[in-house]
């Protein structure tokens, strides 16, 4: 199956400073990349709809100026918090989509805890 | 729209069968199939596209009803490996306005 990267896995960082996610495809193009954010035992909520080239599309309730989201080719998408607080600490989760068949597959998710 | 996903659990002994189903109230251009393990990300299972769809092989297979709302997932024989959590992700808009919503999970713990 396709395989979708992730880095970093783990990040802690102290209130007020901003972390970089890069989510990558590694095997397959993805004109359209998605982030999600997973609290513990829930289910996954899509943040944002990626497309390469062009501005992120954001889910409602979802602040663009706090989670800024770059796609700059076919295969990277960043997702970088600004200005984290502790109630961003979540699973943050990329997938991205095939062109052809349609399947989404999943990064291995980072996990975030601010201080 | 959120999907419908039931049971919200299920416990099986190695070697059971378990069905579970996942229903949208409006009719889907796809539904998308993910196992996720705890502490994990999903795992991509499969997706079904067409009305009356049926795919997979003998022990993990899924459906997708004629009327595109409803698909099952169907675990044949468990293993241990199957347990966690499966998720349907379901798309109502297709074309340029897809994106998938996820059903709540349904927990499958497969023991011994």
């Known amino acids: 199956g396709a395989v979708v990267s992730q880095h970093p896995s783990w990040v802690i960082c102290k209130s007020g400073t901003s972390v970089k996610i890069e989510c990558r495809s590694l095997?397959?193009?993805?004109?359209?990349m998605f982030w999600y954010r997973q609290f513990p035992k829930q289910s996954l909520m899509l943040m944002a709809t990626?497309?390469?080239?062009?501005?992120?599309?954001?889910e409602q309730g979802v602040e663009k100026d706090k989670f800024l989201i770059n796609h700059a080719s076919l295969t990277l998408s960043t997702l970088t918090v600004t200005s984290a607080h502790p109630e961003d600490s979540s699973f943050y989760i990329c997938?991205?989509?095939?062109?052809?068949?349609?399947?989404?597959?999943f990064g291995p998710g980072t996990r975030l805890l601010v201080l | 729209q959120q999907p419908v996903q039931s049971p919200q659990a299920v416990i099986l002994r190695e070697g059971e069968d378990a069905v579970i189903n996942c229903s949208s109230s409006?009719?889907?251009?796809?539904v998308h199939w993910y196992r996720q393990k705890h502490g994990e990300a999903p795992v991509f299972l499969m997706i079904?596209?067409?009305?009356?769809e049926q795919k997979g092989h003998e022990k993990i297979s899924a459906s997708f009803n004629e009327k595109k709302q409803q698909s099952s997932l169907y675990l044949t024989a468990s293993q241990l490996s199957y347990s966690g959590t499966y998720f349907c992700?379901?798309?109502?808009?297709?074309?340029?306005?897809?994106?998938?919503?996820f059903g709540k999970g349904t927990l499958l713990t497969v023991n011994p």
């Open positions: 997938s991205a989509r095939e062109i052809q068949g349609g399947s989404q597959y």
């Open positions: 095997d397959f193009q993805a004109t359209t």
């Open positions: 990626s497309n390469e080239g062009s501005k992120a599309t954001y």
């Open positions: 409006k009719a889907l251009y796809s």
């Open positions: 079904l596209l067409k009305g009356g």
């Open positions: 992700g379901t798309d109502d808009s297709g074309g340029s306005n897809y994106k998938l919503t």
